[in-house]
């Protein structure tokens, strides 16, 4: 070597430190070099630990280099010493890729759909020895090291090779497992060195506000929830109950000393306590690793990794496995839309905008002060699509309810004129981000079938719940928030002025079955000063008691699947912080406790009778009994299923009962009400009709409906 190699060697600047360092073929056999700081003294030593040579010191700064005692070539070890100790390493540049050229294939094709098996780390045994294999996509940098403690964090002495035809740098780290801290050190085009990045494939994370990303052995985890998976795998998800309690999990509950939950406490509590409501599964607000608590893990820094706030991973796997034995399924709140600009994370990732446009005018989110995913490009795609399947793969999670959709779809979301820039067609569709939801929807369904998706999607685009054949977005079900907007805003209207907003509940059935909807009555309603759902409803207390129990009564007998964000099951009062647990205090007063035994009563009700959830998305499992009863503030309609008994739903919004008010049902005979949100046991006033309305042979029936109240009537 001259000595201008040496020195890049010396300084990390070298190109390719893999021709020069490692066993490499001479004359007369074979000979190594190695980079070893600190050491005065090397031997080579065989993976056996047969001695193989004496180096010779090239350089003070640590290099080393001699001839060897091999009949073949192979990976070594080294016995180093100084003055004051002696130490084996071992040589990494004496082993060769793990990574193959159908690796290389696959993923500049943009279709290799286990970049997680490959990409980040993973402790595997390779060429005689164990250790961890590193790989990370960075195409346009200079160099890229791994580093940590292993090394001391010294980006010259695991300098990794790069795979030209992919852009992906790797190397095999003999001798180090899992627990290892670690982060890659990425020298930009410009040859100036960046923030220290956090690995985007990792799988495990330092707990904030530590950054590094962790070496984790594969999954240990033994699965027994079979029973679980087949029957979604083989059910129409469209036609089955799916009541969701959308969980923060941070703040669901606390332990004793205010701190957060670990997974297998929470599996404690919190599994019995969904499963006694009737939920049939918890949505989980973004658990994927995030620095900032504030953020409710909206800006993710670590897609494939559970955050390090609530244990391993290992114990988020045990959590999603008791649920599944309880008969829950788990959902992950998934942020693909953007990602935050913080230096350890994607931002910037090898000094040029890799995972974001260069653009501002389509990398950068105004609302959010947030970087856009490149959709257009196909690994970012396969990033992206390769994380959806990896949480259903690996952690047997039964949806994504996909984050933020509008903001994806258009390419002016929330931009004025001249801040964004046309699609290729002139138009404002962002159609990247179009062909990138429809990619992940079409292999997240085809190699998952029980697995559902749920987009947050708040405009009139067509066909989000549509199978991507069908010219849609592929979505299994969509946000109806204008559902939620409406119905709120009928509910903090004072009773006298009902009357003259009566389409705030009737309009949405205009549309109801356009898409496959989940009526959502999410976090974003009680946080940022907008109070909880209890101090929207109208009225005094009494009143706003019973406004929210015939809201809820007629949310349940509502077209569309549910969602409740927790707290609002009890009527929690405060609106939510991330800060602190629940109020379960509340629990103790009637009133309270009313609200909880409804939504748990609703919550069985629906799963148990088909003809409320059979046709949620179908507008043969719907009637109108009153549509226009405006002056009286009264709503009245059934819910059918094929074979089932009919259920009606009447809901009487002003604080006044209603005597013999005239119906025209489908069927004559006995009704029998089920659910009456004023019931004694609710905390309501305890008005009905002693359980039994009795209809004429033509379905006329005359019906006591008591004040502010929602009542379901079954068919005999």
């Given at each position: 070597?001259?000595?201008?190699e040496i020195?890049?060697?010396?300084k990390?600047?070298h190109g390719?430190?893999f021709?020069?360092l490692?066993?490499?073929?001479?004359?007369?056999?074979?000979?190594?070099?190695?980079?070893?700081?600190g050491a005065d003294k090397?031997?080579?030593?065989t993976?056996a630990g047969?001695?193989?040579?004496?180096l010779d010191?090239?350089?003070?700064?640590?290099?080393?280099?001699?001839?060897?005692?091999?009949?073949?070539q192979q990976?070594?070890?080294?016995?180093?010493?100084?003055a004051?100790?002696?130490?084996?390493?071992?040589?990494?540049y004496s082993?060769?890729?793990v990574?193959?050229?159908?690796?290389d294939?696959?993923?500049?094709e943009g279709s290799?759909?286990?970049?997680?098996?490959?990409?980040?780390?993973?402790?595997i045994?390779?060429?005689?020895?164990?250790?961890?294999?590193?790989?990370?996509?960075?195409?346009?940098a200079?160099?890229?090291s791994?580093v940590?403690?292993?090394?001391q964090w010294?980006?010259?002495?695991?300098m990794?090779r790069l795979r030209?035809?992919?852009?992906i740098?790797?190397?095999?780290?003999p001798?180090?497992g899992e627990?290892?801290?670690?982060k890659?050190?990425?020298?930009?085009?410009n040859g100036?060195i960046?923030?220290?990045?956090?690995?985007p494939?990792?799988?495990?994370?330092?707990?904030?506000?530590?950054?590094a990303s962790?070496?984790?052995?594969?999954?240990?985890?033994e699965?027994?929830?079979r029973?679980?998976?087949d029957?979604?795998?083989?059910?129409d998800i469209?036609r089955q109950?799916?009541?969701?309690?959308?969980?923060h999990?941070g703040?669901?509950?606390?332990?004793?000393?205010g701190?957060?939950?670990?997974?297998?406490a929470?599996?404690?509590?919190?599994?019995?306590y969904a499963?006694e409501?009737g939920f049939?599964?918890?949505?989980f607000?973004?658990i994927?690793e995030f620095?900032?608590d504030p953020s409710w893990?909206?800006q993710t820094?670590?897609?494939?990794?559970p955050?390090a706030r609530?244990?391993e991973?290992?114990a988020?796997a045990?959590?999603?496995?008791?649920?599944?034995k309880?008969?829950?399924g788990v959902i992950?709140?998934?942020v693909?839309?953007?990602?935050?600009t913080d230096?350890?994370?994607l931002?910037r990732?090898?000094?040029t905008?890799?995972y974001e446009?260069?653009?501002p005018?389509k990398?950068?989110?105004?609302?959010?002060n947030?970087?856009?995913?490149?959709f257009?490009?196909?690994e970012?795609?396969s990033?992206?699509?390769?994380?959806?399947l990896?949480?259903?793969?690996?952690?047997?999670l039964d949806?994504l309810r996909?984050?933020a959709?509008a903001s994806?779809?258009y390419?002016d979301y929330?931009r004025k004129d001249?801040?964004?820039?046309p699609?290729?067609k002139?138009?404002?569709?962002?159609?990247?981000?179009v062909e990138?939801?429809r990619?992940?929807?079409?292999?997240l369904?085809g190699?998952?079938?029980?697995?559902?998706t749920i987009a947050?999607?708040?405009?009139?685009?067509?066909?989000?719940?549509?199978?991507v054949?069908?010219?849609?977005?592929g979505?299994?079900?969509?946000w109806?928030?204008?559902?939620?907007?409406?119905t709120?805003r009928?509910?903090a209207?004072e009773p006298i002025?009902r009357?003259?907003h009566?389409?705030d509940?009737?309009?949405?059935l205009?549309?109801?079955f356009?898409?496959?909807f989940?009526l959502?009555?999410?976090?974003d309603?009680?946080?940022?000063?907008?109070?909880?759902?209890?101090?929207k409803?109208a009225?005094?207390?009494?009143?706003?008691?019973?406004n929210?129990?015939a809201?809820?009564a007629?949310m349940?007998?509502?077209p569309?699947k549910k969602l409740?964000f927790?707290g609002?099951?009890?009527?929690?009062?405060?609106?939510?912080s991330?800060?602190?647990s629940l109020d379960?205090?509340?629990?103790?007063?009637?009133?309270h406790e009313?609200?909880?035994?409804?939504v748990?009563?609703?919550?069985?009700i629906?799963?148990?009778r088909?003809a409320?959830h059979a046709?949620?998305?179908e507008?043969e499992?719907?009637?109108?009994?009153?549509?226009d009863?405006?002056?009286?503030s009264?709503f009245?309609?059934e819910?059918?299923?094929?074979?089932?008994?009919p259920?009606?739903?009447i809901s009487?919004?002003?604080?006044?009962p209603?005597?013999?008010y005239?119906?025209?049902?489908s069927?004559?005979g006995?009704?029998?009400?089920i659910?009456n949100s004023?019931?004694?046991?609710?905390?309501g006033?305890?008005m009905?009709?002693?359980g039994?309305?009795t209809?004429?042979?033509?379905?006329?029936?005359?019906?006591?409906l008591?004040?502010l109240s929602t009542?379901?009537?079954?068919a005999?």
């Amino acid at each position: 070597m001259n000595k201008a190699e040496i020195s890049a060697l010396i300084k990390g600047k070298h190109g390719d430190p893999f021709a020069v360092l490692g066993v490499h073929v001479a004359d007369k056999g074979f000979f190594a070099r190695a980079f070893i700081p600190g050491a005065d003294k090397v031997e080579a030593l065989t993976l056996a630990g047969r001695p193989a040579g004496m180096l010779d010191m090239v350089d003070k700064a640590g290099l080393f280099e001699g001839m060897l005692d091999l009949d073949k070539q192979q990976p070594l070890r080294y016995l180093a010493a100084n003055a004051g100790a002696a130490w084996t390493i071992a040589d990494p540049y004496s082993f060769g890729p793990v990574m193959g050229p159908m690796d290389d294939y696959y993923i500049a094709e943009g279709s290799h759909l286990r970049l997680f098996d490959k990409m980040g780390a993973h402790k595997i045994h390779h060429e005689g020895a164990d250790g961890v294999h590193f790989a990370v996509w960075a195409p346009n940098a200079r160099r890229v090291s791994v580093v940590g403690l292993f090394n001391q964090w010294d980006g010259r002495r695991h300098m990794m090779r790069l795979r030209r035809d992919t852009g992906i740098w790797e190397i095999f780290v003999p001798d180090i497992g899992e627990d290892e801290p670690y982060k890659f050190e990425i020298v930009g085009a410009n040859g100036k060195i960046l923030p220290l990045k956090a690995d985007p494939f990792a799988f495990r994370s330092e707990l904030r506000p530590a950054t590094a990303s962790i070496t984790t052995a594969p999954m240990t985890h033994e699965w027994h929830d079979r029973k679980h998976r087949d029957f979604w795998a083989g059910a129409d998800i469209r036609r089955q109950p799916i009541s969701i309690y959308e969980v923060h999990a941070g703040s669901w509950q606390r332990d004793e000393h205010g701190e957060f939950l670990h997974w297998d406490a929470m599996a404690d509590r919190l599994i019995p306590y969904a499963a006694e409501m009737g939920f049939t599964h918890i949505e989980f607000l973004p658990i994927t690793e995030f620095p900032y608590d504030p953020s409710w893990g909206y800006q993710t820094t670590g897609l494939y990794a559970p955050t390090a706030r609530f244990g391993e991973p290992e114990a988020f796997a045990r959590f999603v496995e008791g649920a599944h034995k309880a008969g829950i399924g788990v959902i992950l709140d998934w942020v693909p839309a953007h990602f935050p600009t913080d230096d350890h994370g994607l931002s910037r990732f090898d000094g040029t905008a890799l995972y974001e446009h260069a653009d501002p005018r389509k990398g950068f989110h105004p609302d959010w002060n947030t970087a856009i995913y490149n959709f257009g490009r196909r690994e970012v795609m396969s990033f992206l699509v390769n994380n959806a399947l990896f949480w259903a793969e690996k952690y047997h999670l039964d949806g994504l309810r996909v984050d933020a959709v509008a903001s994806m779809l258009y390419l002016d979301y929330s931009r004025k004129d001249g801040e964004w820039l046309p699609n290729e067609k002139g138009g404002r569709e962002n159609l990247e981000a179009v062909e990138f939801l429809r990619k992940m929807n079409k292999e997240l369904y085809g190699h998952h079938p029980g697995v559902m998706t749920i987009a947050e999607e708040s405009t009139s685009w067509p066909k989000v719940s549509h199978p991507v054949h069908e010219d849609g977005l592929g979505f299994g079900f969509k946000w109806n928030m204008g559902f939620m907007h409406d119905t709120l805003r009928y509910m903090a209207r004072e009773p006298i002025h009902r009357r003259y907003h009566h389409n705030d509940i009737t309009f949405g059935l205009l549309y109801a079955f356009d898409e496959n909807f989940v009526l959502p009555l999410s976090h974003d309603e009680v946080v940022h000063g907008k109070g909880s759902l209890l101090n929207k409803m109208a009225g005094d207390d009494w009143q706003k008691f019973a406004n929210l129990r015939a809201y809820y009564a007629l949310m349940w007998g509502y077209p569309g699947k549910k969602l409740l964000f927790m707290g609002q099951e009890f009527a929690q009062r405060a609106e939510w912080s991330e800060e602190r647990s629940l109020d379960w205090h509340l629990l103790d007063a009637p009133a309270h406790e009313g609200v909880r035994r409804l939504v748990r009563d609703l919550n069985h009700i629906y799963r148990d009778r088909p003809a409320l959830h059979a046709r949620d998305c179908e507008a043969e499992g719907f009637r109108w009994v009153v549509v226009d009863d405006a002056v009286n503030s009264v709503f009245a309609w059934e819910r059918h299923a094929p074979g089932e008994r009919p259920i009606a739903i009447i809901s009487n919004m002003p604080p006044a009962p209603r005597h013999d008010y005239p119906l025209r049902l489908s069927r004559g005979g006995t009704w029998r009400e089920i659910i009456n949100s004023d019931a004694a046991i609710y905390g309501g006033s305890n008005m009905g009709n002693s359980g039994i309305i009795t209809a004429a042979d033509d379905g006329y029936a005359r019906i006591t409906l008591p004040p502010l109240s929602t009542l379901m009537i079954e068919a005999g």
